[in-house]
C-alpha cells in the first residue's frame, strides 16, 4: 500500500526559509522510474509543480521558483524534504507530495501523478 | 509553459446526468494528459492518464478522449459522489501544468 504524508511548519514568518518533509511507504526512491514530487495549491486556486527528484537522485524545479527551492532525498529513511527560502504571503498553500511511476503506454512512458499525500497548510505570516 | 484552460470552470448538473469537461493545451501534448478529481480539503486523485487510460480502480462511468491540444473529461451517469473539482495535466513537457479546475455543482 502507497502512502506518503507531508509534515511541516504550519505557519512561518516572511523572509524565513520552509522546510517540509515527506514520508512514504510502499515504494522505495531507489527504484527504477520511481519520482517524488512537491505541488503546492494556494487556497481556492490551481495546483502548482514545484519540484521532483528521481530513483537516481537526478533533480528538477519549476524555473519561476528554481532560485529558492533545493530538494533532498534520504533513501534509508523514505523521506524527500523541500526547502523554500525567503518566504513570502503569496506562498501561502496547501502543500502536496506526490509520486510518480514511470509507466509505460503503447510505446512510451507517461509520468503522472499516481499517489499523492493528503497536503499541509502553510501561513505565511508575521 | 504550457498553457492548461479548461472550460467550465462551473458546471451545475443533476444525479444520472452525463457532463463533459474540456480541457486545451496552448500546444499540442500529444496524449501526454491526466485528470484528477479533488474533494474538498483532500488531494487529488488520479483518473485518467495518457488521455483515455483509466486509472486502476476508478468507475468506468469516467471516460477521456481527445489528442493534441483538445481533450475531454466525460462522466457518463453522475452520482452523488462525483460532485468535486476536476483538474487536466499536460506531461509533455516541463514544468508539468495544470488547468485551473472545473467544479462540478449539484443543481
Known amino acids: 500500500q502507497v502512502t506518503l504524508r507531508e509534515s511541516g511548519p504550519a505557519l512561518v514568518k516572511p523572509s524565513q526559509t520552509l522546510t517540509l518533509t515527506c514520508s512514504f511507504s510502499g515504494f522505495s526512491l531507489s527504484t527504477n522510474g520511481i519520482f517524488v514530487t512537491w505541488i503546492r495549491q494556494p487556497p481556492g486556486k490551481a495546483l502548482e509543480w514545484l519540484a521532483h527528484i528521481d530513483w537516481d537522485g537526478e533533480k528538477d524545479y519549476s524555473p519561476s521558483l528554481k532560485r529558492r527551492l533545493t530538494i533532498s532525498k534520504d533513501t534509508s529513511k523514505n523521506q524527500v524534504a523541500l526547502t523554500m527560502t525567503n518566504m513570502d504571503p503569496v506562498d501561502t498553500a496547501t502543500y502536496f507530495c506526490?509520486?510518480?511511476?514511470?509507466?509505460?503506454?503503447?510505446?512510451?512512458?507517461?509520468?503522472?501523478?499516481?499517489?499523492w499525500g493528503q497536503g499541509t497548510l502553510v501561513t505565511v505570516s508575521s | 509553459d504550457i498553457q492548461m484552460t479548461q472550460s467550465p470552470s462551473t458546471l451545475s448538473a443533476s444525479v444520472g446526468d452525463r457532463v463533459t469537461i474540456t480541457c486545451r493545451a496552448s500546444q499540442s501534448i500529444t496524449n501526454w494528459l491526466a485528470w484528477y478529481q479533488q474533494k474538498p480539503g483532500r488531494a487529488p486523485q488520479l483518473l485518467i492518464y495518457?488521455?483515455?487510460t483509466l486509472q486502476s480502480g476508478v468507475p468506468s462511468r469516467f471516460s477521456g478522449s481527445g489528442s493534441g491540444t483538445e481533450f475531454t473529461l466525460t462522466i457518463s451517469s453522475l452520482q452523488p459522489d462525483d460532485f468535486a473539482t476536476y483538474y487536466c495535466?499536460?506531461?509533455?513537457?516541463?514544468?508539468?501544468?495544470f488547468g485551473q479546475g472545473t467544479k462540478l455543482e449539484i443543481k
Open positions: 495535466q499536460q506531461y509533455d513537457s516541463h514544468p508539468a501544468t
Open positions: 506526490a509520486r510518480i511511476s514511470r509507466t509505460p503506454l503503447g510505446d512510451s512512458y507517461h509520468y503522472f501523478f499516481d499517489y
Open positions: 495518457g488521455a483515455s
